[in-house]
């Protein structure tokens, strides 16, 4: 779907207005903006599999929406715990002002960066992974995670690219004193349904929704072709006209 299609789904009419500010009200309350980031994933999800394009679910089955924003909670731990815990490693070799443990501490700490921004740029791609499956390994299994990375680059780049700049948006805004952090609320969930759209858009492309391919011929490579067999001789396409009585005392006159 077009970019500026999607940018209006969250306010495009009233249904999805009012859903929309239903969201960004929980989203204000710890513990309840669980129920934000449950409510955004199954906005993937159904975008994924049922294509939806324009209309928000409802909001019901808090219970399964409680559930997914505990999930995708823990896959946003999951990816972050091991990079902080590398740059915290070096952090703490660095703190003694010890010459061979602040060049280990500084190393660790370059490599916990390099596998923390890896993390980040991965995190969504577990995510539309365990969509698609409703497996939550899914989005742990990184070969698969990173296979699937590098075979939809172009599309899951540019989405990733256009949530990082409208995230980059939203920390400007909420820098404004008490109006920037009201903005920042309800901007913050406009943002995390835009990046559940846009990472919907990637999950069909995985899954192949939404995309008719034609049927595969079927090879007749090393197939042997059984042509039913003929009875009797064979005809020759040219017919032979019988011969006359006067051709044949003709030719008894000249062999005499």
Known sequence: MELSKTLQIPVKNREN?????????LDI???LNLLSSGYAFLLMRDRILKNTSEDMPEWENWGTLFKYGILTFLISLGYAIIPIAIMGLGAAAIYP????LEYIGTTLFIIGGICFLAAIFLLPMGVVLFAIDDEFSSAFSFFHVIDMAIKHIGLYFKAFIIIFIMWIVLGFLSLIPVVGWIIGVFVGFYLLLESALLLGDVGQAIAGRGEETPPKAESTEGVAIETPAE???V???TTQKPSTAGEEIGKGEKDS
Do not use: D, L, N, T
Not at 97 to 100: L, M, N, R, V, Y
């Open 17 to 25: 207005i009012i859903r929309f500010i239903i969201g960004g009200i």
């Open 29 to 31: 309350i710890p513990v």
């Open 97 to 100: 002002h010890i010459a061979i």
């Open 231 to 233: 009875s009797g001789p």
């Open 235 to 237: 005809k020759s396409e």
